[in-house]
């Protein structure tokens, strides 16, 4: 004869494992307990602490998977985090987490080097650079180039969106310049932790036709003249 106690499930069994780490949330996962008390398991009840105070904090009672996003946390705390099952019969005995700091698991690129110009002309310059050498632990998505006239104080980025980047380098054409004015270029790199810190700009350069222009066509005319 075989008798069945119903009762609260038993603690989810561990480790709490961190699927996901960010410096604002972290994700948990657990497998179910291996005593239901005779009833399923209905949802699971989540607490969190900071790892050295003993006040434990409400999370939610809504999982009814295995797996949830704590949101809220702040940066730089060490937090612990406890499971129980619930079934109809109530709250079972709690499963403790390890603590773990909310943190970004990765940080913002490094710095490029000085981005070089090229195809310079009365209202438009070519802006060339290479993506930099640190990414952050995460893969550059996009630059902002920016532009300042060396008269301002004040940098203007030359696209609305990130400019995508290249297998080799990555080049732009700035158009829109004043002939006459002389500009500077500096470039940002971008990734999932956010932009990293500006390039140093190059050196200033005045947009206007290349002197070659014209050395071409007194070339042509010299040659001309030698030919009558």
């Known amino acids: ?54 006040t434990w904090i409400p999370v939610t009672n809504e999982p009814k998977e295995r797996i949830w996003t704590v949101e809220g946390l702040m940066e730089g705390h060490e937090y612990v985090f406890r499971i129980c099952a ?16 909310a943190r970004k698991l990765y940080a ?17 310059m070519m802006v060339n650079w290479e993506e930099p050498e640190d990414d952050g632990g995460s ?4 630059y902002w180039l920016e532009r300042k ?11 609305r969106d990130p400019i995508r980047g290249m297998a ?7 158009t829109g310049l004043i002939e006459g004015s002389q500009y500077l270029f500096r470039v940002t790199a971008i990734n999932a932790a956010g932009c990293g810190p500006p390039s ?4 200033p350069i005045f947009a206007r036709d290349p002197i070659c222009k014209y ?4 070339d042509f005319t010299y040659a001309l003249g030698c030919l009558k």
């Open 139 to 142: 893969p550059v998505t996009g």
């Open 1 to 54: 004869m075989r008798l069945n106690v119903l009762g609260r499930p038993g603690p989810p069994s561990g480790p709490v494992k961190f699927e996901e780490v960010n410096a604002e949330k972290i994700t948990l996962s657990w497998l179910p307990p291996k005593d239901d008390g005779g009833s399923k398991v209905t949802n699971y009840v989540i607490e969190r602490r900071v790892a050295n105070r003993k």
């Open 108 to 124: 913002v690129p490094g710095q490029c080097e000085k981005p070089t110009i090229s195809a310079v002309d009365h209202d438009s």
């Open 86 to 101: 619930q079934n109809k019969y109530g709250v079972g005995e709690p499963l403790d987490s390890e603590p773990e700091e």
């Open 200 to 203: 140093a700009c190059t050196d």
């Open 215 to 218: 050395c071409m066509i007194l």
């Open 168 to 174: 080799f380098g990555v080049s732009h054409n700035v």
């Open 149 to 159: 006239e060396t008269t301002s104080k004040r940098w203007n980025r030359v696209t």
